[in-house]
Every structure is written in C-alpha cells, then in structure tokens.
C-alpha cells in the first residue's frame, strides 16, 4: 500500500519565521509550497523548491487569497475572474523557481480559507478548476472527497487526490471543523496517528459529534504551523511504516 504525506510549506515571510521546514522536509513526501499571497516570499519559495529537489520531495503549488495578515485564513470574496488571475499569478511564481531548480509541480492545493470556501462553494471552486486546466491541465488536485470541488475537478478531467487531515477535526459532511470551534486542531500526536491510520486503513473517520464517516486517504496533511507538528509528523509516519504502508511522493504511484 501507497500513501503520500504532506505539508505546507514555505509559509515564512522577510524576517518572520514560520514552521520547522528544515526539519520537517526530511519527513515528508510532498511540499505545498507558499506561493506570497498568504504567506511566502521570493527568497523561501527558492529555497523551499531547493529542499524539496534534494530531499526528493514532490512539489505542489499552495495558493490562498491575498490575505498576509490573516495568513489566508479569512473569507474573502472576489470575482471568479479575478480569483482565476490571483490563482494563475502564484502558479506562475512557483513554476519559475521550479525552472530554475530543474523540478516539475506535481500537484495543486488550495490554502486555508480559498481551500475551506472551494469545498462548499461553486464559484470559488469553478475558479481553482479553471486556473488549472488553463494553465497546468495535466497537474493533480489535492481535495477531500465528495466536496464541490472534487466532483467539479472530475467533471472537467482533473486528476484528483483525495486528501486527509491528521491534526484536524472533521464534519458530518467531510468537510474541516473550523479553527475557531474548540477540538478543532488535534495537538495530541498519537490521536492524530490513530485518526491518520482509521482513514489510511479503514476507509473512515470520526467527527468531532463521535459519527462515523466514510473518508479516502490517497494524501496525508500535516500543517507546519500545528503546536508540536515535529511530534505529530514523526508519530504519524512511524505507525504507517509499522502498518508497512509505504510513503511516496503521490506523482509516483498514483
């Protein structure tokens, strides 16, 4: 069995740092990389891609709303064609750091609020859809399953990977629990593991109500920005690899 684990990465910005990506990169299989909207800047996002090369990361484009303040994570509303330009503008910054490395993007994934808005929103999901087919049309979509934008992506032929979340709580309808609700963010390492293996395993997760849902795991999340996301990242890895379930970069089985 294949599994691919993830990150966001790259989310430090001039002289603020953020996340633990020296050490978090050794660790993981794929990197989403911050593209200066919510977070990131020219000089991290090379470097980033540089870890990323040499660690033999894959390489996925993490784009969110123009929102450094509330680091991504506030709901804005913009035009579906502006929002396509916002998307294609962080694609195209990545793709040039890419160039210079000598790497390809192996994937696509929606930050924070713009990631949250595209599971129950058409507009917003519509746009992320369109960014891609007109620009990277042969890359993956990382999505959770049966949201709007999953049954979008595949509507329009994009390759999707369903994508779980080890330090989050979930919904009724699949969806994340958010930030602001407490239990929202699993700090606990091994509860994190243990929901990570239900779903890799078992096809299923429990809600934060104590329902049992049905949930593919193709990729695992693990934010960089979560309290001991070291602790979390290594327990996660060390029980998938004790189930002999191999973490690869999804580009390269999926």
């Not at 909207?37 to 040499?54: C, L, R, Y």
């Not at 894959?58 to 784009?63: A, D, E, K, P, T």
């Not at 096809?203 to 193709?218: C, D, F, L, R, S």
């Amino acid at each position: 069995m294949y599994i691919d684990l993830n990150c966001d990465m790259g989310e430090s910005f001039g002289a603020y740092k953020l996340g633990k990506d020296d050490e978090v990169i050794r660790l993981i299989s794929s990197a989403n990389i911050a593209c200066g909207f919510h977070a990131g800047d020219p000089n991290v996002m090379d470097k980033t891609v540089k870890m990323a090369k040499e660690n033999g990361v894959g390489i996925g484009v993490h784009m969110g709303y123009p929102d450094l303040l509330g680091f991504g994570r506030r709901d804005i509303i913009i035009k579906k064609e502006d929002l396509v330009n916002y998307i294609i503008y962080q694609m195209g910054a990545l793709q040039a750091f890419c160039i210079r490395h000598g790497v390809e993007i192996q994937h696509v994934k929606s930050h924070g609020s713009m990631g949250n808005m595209s599971y129950v929103n058409e507009t917003v999901a519509d746009a992320v859809t369109d960014a891609i087919l007109q620009v990277m049309p042969d890359t993956m979509l990382f999505v959770i399953e049966n949201t709007v934008v999953h049954k979008i992506a595949e509507g329009k032929g994009i390759k999707v990977v369903k994508e779980v979340f080890a330090d989050r709580a979930y919904n009724e309808d699949g969806t994340l629990v958010s930030r602001s609700v407490d239990g929202a963010v699993i700090k606990n390492p091994n509860d994190a593991a243990d929901q990570v293996l239900n779903m890799a395993l078992n096809g299923k997760v429990k809600t934060i109500n104590g329902k049992t849902i049905a949930m593919t795991a193709e990729s695992i999340c693990v934010h960089g920005d979560t309290d001991d996301a070291i602790a979390i990242v290594r327990k996660v890895k060390e029980r998938l690899e004790a189930a002999n379930v191999n973490i690869q970069p999804v580009g390269t089985w999926l």
